[in-house]
């Protein structure tokens, strides 16, 4: 976990113990700029200022083509998951590898990329080679269980990942830094939600619940996000996602600076998707 210090120089920090062992397992340190005034990341080791880049993560401009992409990819996964259910097998365990892979190549590129990062285009291009890959891999017996286990880890994934996106600065609030005990809470939510929802599928008894409320929240929370991004564009649950997942030292200026702040209407849309995964599990339900 990356560790952040605001408007403190580093020499400041521990002014007894050597710099660099004192510091040695902090990525960057975030201090303000006494001639500018702005917020400027630090490497501890050289003291020089880190270069930084903008988090736009590949979510593209407005309605630039990488956005449009991310709006139908969002829908066209989405609909299909949250209407059909079990009812289309193969393709929804399918899906539930190809979203496993899709959010863990996304999460790694945009955290490890370098100032001059990649062009939203090709972030996408690689994204949709992950789900691709891991929707055809799932859509095979071979792969069923491991889909359905995805399938249920990403449901409870899009369960937290809304609560969390619900306030300003995320449900729990990060504090100046971005950082802190309410980040470590925010996530700590969302993994356990990931885990039980994974666990869900495992037990024999309950595989079917499991499943259709696998397909009621992921399907749900994959609609919200293309309504949003047709509404909101990147300032919306878009703009949340890239405030909750990177952490790239080389974005994190722009990922603090600019922060979460969802309008109504986003607050709106994340509410009501909320209130339809559970109505569309009970239909589930009560239809399979």
């Not at 062009?119 to 792969?143: A, K, N, S």
């Not at 729990?172 to 929802?197: K, R």
């Amino acid at each position: 976990m990356v560790s952040f210090v605001l408007a403190t120089p580093p020499s400041a920090l521990f002014p007894h113990r050597h710099p660099h062992h004192s510091l040695e397992t902090r990525a960057f340190i975030l201090s303000n700029n006494t001639l500018t005034g702005n917020l400027t990341a630090v490497d501890p080791t050289t003291r020089q200022a880190i270069p930084q880049g903008p988090a736009t993560d590949g979510s593209g401009n407005g309605f630039d083509v990488p956005a449009i992409i991310w709006m139908v990819f969002s829908l066209v996964v989405g609909f299909p998951l949250a209407l059909f259910g079990i009812r289309g097998w193969r393709l929804t365990t399918g899906f539930g590898i190809g979203l496993a892979a899709a959010v863990a190549s996304w999460a790694s590129f945009i955290n490890t990329t370098g100032v001059t990062g990649i062009p939203d285009i090709f972030l996408i291009l690689v994204v949709l080679g992950f789900f691709i890959t891991g929707t055809i891999f799932g859509c095979f017996e071979i792969g069923r269980i491991a889909g359905m286990v995805c399938l249920g880890m990403m449901g409870g994934m899009s369960l937290g990942v809304r609560i969390t996106l619900l306030r300003e600065g995320l449900i729990f609030g990060v504090g100046e830094d971005g950082n802190g005990a309410g980040y470590i809470l925010s996530w700590a939510m969302i993994a356990v939600l990931g885990v039980l929802g994974g666990l869900w599928i495992t037990l024999a008894k309950f595989q079917r619940s499991g499943m259709l409320f696998a397909c009621a929240a992921t399907g749900t929370f994959l609609v919200a996000l293309g309504i949003d991004l047709s509404v909101n564009k990147q300032s919306g649950m878009s703009r949340g996602l890239i405030f909750l997942f990177d952490r790239n030292k080389s974005h994190i200026v722009d990922v603090i600076t600019k922060s979460y702040h969802p309008s109504i209407q986003t607050q709106v849309i994340l509410g009501i998707s909320l209130g339809l995964m559970y109505v569309r599990f009970l239909s589930l339900i009560i239809n399979n």
